[in-house]
């Protein structure tokens, strides 16, 4: 049963205001609450709830599948193993995510390990939000792990998001691409108050003309600190590009380490990275406008991570 608690971490996270249709697989305190299946896409569990396969059928094209968790058991970290095994041909979106409500002293976490195998010419939008609430005071942990494999013209847009909330976060992001298959990666994080984010990114240009871009963007408030670490390695004629960029305010701190390795001639590698403030002439002009100085901070922020 979902409570109004579950019904507030499903919409934020996953954007579900009710049970989805289509393919759907929702977690609760570590066990499985609902699930439906396709013609098109197949959901198994594994052994001992920790975690689901699924599969979707070459050929699969605009089709969905939601897999959010929610946590609201006190001092429950739950830790799963996701796999999916998309078929050549597909066009199809993957909507996951994580939200914890923390009533108590005693944390709460998530680690999601999710791989993702994409077959010839296939396509995959995946979307993941994280998300925390309540008044308690326990820590609320996310370490979500992604690894990705792309097979030839194979293509997978990533939109990782970390709202709010959040204690302590250790991001994994993992890829292997084959020939002319492309990757993007855009991750969007803010910290506050004494919370702390680490990002750490590893992709593997295999495939002649591949194509990868990892694009990060991160506010960081309070005594917060994020750290950014993204290595891009060509071995083959390919194009890579990072780009990171941080506000930080207050007394936050910010790290960011990018890394190209080529291990071919014909390899283009690119990188920008910008760490700063919020510019005065922002805050001005909006105030001018009619707004005060916390809502010209808030649009700002808004604006720099939609």
Do not use: W
Request: a negative charge; one cysteine or more.
């Amino acid at each position: 049963m979902l409570d109004a608690i579950d019904n507030e971490l499903l919409k934020t996270v996953a954007g579900l205001e009710e049970i989805p249709k289509g393919a759907y697989n929702i977690r609760k305190n570590g066990k499985l609450l609902s699930r439906n299946t396709t013609a098109n896409i197949d959901i198994e569990s594994y052994p001992e709830s920790k975690g689901i396969k699924i599969t979707f059928k070459s050929g699969t094209k605009n089709e969905s599948v939601h897999i959010p968790v929610i946590l609201s058991q006190a001092d429950l970290y739950d830790v799963v193993q996701n796999d999916f095994i998309i078929g050549d041909d597909c066009d199809v979106t993957i909507i996951a995510g994580c939200g914890i409500h923390c009533g108590t002293e005693k944390g709460e976490g998530h680690s999601g390990i999710h791989e993702f195998h994409l077959g010839k010419r296939s396509k995959v939008k995946y979307i993941e939000k994280h998300f925390a609430i309540g008044e308690g005071t326990g820590k609320r942990i996310l370490n979500p792990v992604t690894r990705v494999f792309l097979q030839e013209d194979a293509r997978i847009e990533m939109e990782l998001t970390q709202i709010s909330g959040v204690d302590e976060a250790k991001r994994t992001n993992e890829a292997t691409l084959g020939p002319r298959s492309s990757l993007l990666i855009s991750e969007k994080v803010m910290t506050e108050g004494a919370q702390n984010a680490m990002s750490n990114n590893n992709i593997i240009l295999e495939g002649r003309d591949s194509k990868a871009e990892v694009l990060a963007r991160s506010v960081i408030k309070g005594d917060s600190l994020q750290e950014f670490r993204a290595v891009i390695e060509a071995r083959e004629k390919c194009y890579g590009h990072l780009e990171c960029d941080a506000i930080v305010m207050d007394n936050g701190k910010s790290e960011t380490v990018p890394s190209l390795k080529s291990l071919h001639p014909e390899a283009e590698l690119t990188h920008e990275a910008a760490i700063g403030k919020i510019a005065d002439e922002q805050l001005i002009k909006l105030m001018t406008l009619g707004m005060d100085y916390d809502e010209a901070v808030k649009k700002i922020i808004q604006g720099f991570l939609k």
